[in-house]
């Protein structure tokens, strides 16, 4: 301990003196002897060094639990799953769409095709009956024509009948006419005689109805046809006068 402290003492009393005998020169502008040094200058190689920029630390998010990503990941499918199935609809929506677009023009086709053929089948069909109807009007002129003569061929038999039974009265004069309606059945037989207009004597009418009479049966009328038989002999008309006899 006492070695130390001695050494101490002798390197301070060496410093002080020291710096004494420095401060003594400067003061008596001592210049010491100097060496000249030649000094040779030496060449630096240089080059430049790119520095890498400075990284910035970024400070790392903390990480989230697995089950937040696994959620995250649910909620994307779940996201992705529901715009596929959108998308879907869209498609089946667009072909549904143009199903029933062309089933329409479809079936407006096919109506008008129907109406077409309806129209035509219509207008063939009104073509057809007015040829049958002007065929059986002809049928019917012709037929009315036939029968007429057919009818006319028997009543100027019932006339030449009827003149041959009429025993004339003493009492008939020119000008005198009895009109009088005979009804027949299809065998020939009269079921009635009746007067439609009188002469105005007794005896010119009372002859009228006895000459009918006498001359039925009309036998022949049986074998006309029944359509004659209606139109012209289920009554027959016929005017008396003392000239001739007229249907």
């Known amino acids: 301990m006492i070695g130390s402290k001695s050494s101490y003492f ?3 009393i060496s410093s002080i003196g020291i710096h004494a005998i420095v401060i003594l020169a400067v003061l ?3 210049e010491p002897e100097t060496k000249k040094t030649l000094v040779q200058p030496q060449y630096i190689q240089a080059e430049l060094i790119q520095l890498a920029p400075k990284k910035i630390a970024v400070k790392k998010p903390a990480a989230k639990p697995a089950i937040d ?3 995250k990941q649910r909620e994307i499918d779940k ?3 529901k715009e596929k199935k959108l998308a879907q609809q869209k498609v089946q929506a667009q072909r549904k769409a143009k199903l029933l677009k062309d089933q329409q023009l479809e079936e407006e086709a096919r109506k008008a095709r129907e109406e077409k053929q309806r129209k035509a089948e219509k207008e063939l069909a009104r073509k ?3 040829k049958a ?3 059986r009007e002809q049928q019917a002129l012709i037929m009315a024509k036939e029968d007429k003569q057919a009818a006319n061929s028997y009543l100027q038999l019932l006339q030449a009948r009827l003149s041959q039974q009429w025993n004339r009265p003493k009492s008939a004069r020119r000008g005198m006419e009895t009109l009088i309606e005979l009804r027949l ?3 020939g037989r009269i079921v009635g005689v009746e007067i439609l207009e009188s002469s105005g004597d007794m005896a010119f009418d009372r002859s009228v109805e006895q000459a009918a009479f006498k001359a039925a049966p009309f036998s022949e009328l049986q074998n ?3 359509r004659i038989f209606e139109q012209y002999f289920r009554s027959v008309k016929i005017v008396f006068n003392p000239e001739d006899l007229r249907l």
């Open 10 to 12: 002798i390197a301070a």
């Open 28 to 30: 008596a502008n001592w």
């Open 69 to 71: 990503r696994a959620a």
């Open 79 to 81: 996201r992705r799953a």
């Open 128 to 130: 057809q009956a007015e």
């Open 133 to 135: 109807k002007q065929i």
């Open 185 to 187: 059945v299809p065998t």
């Open 224 to 226: 006309m046809e029944p």
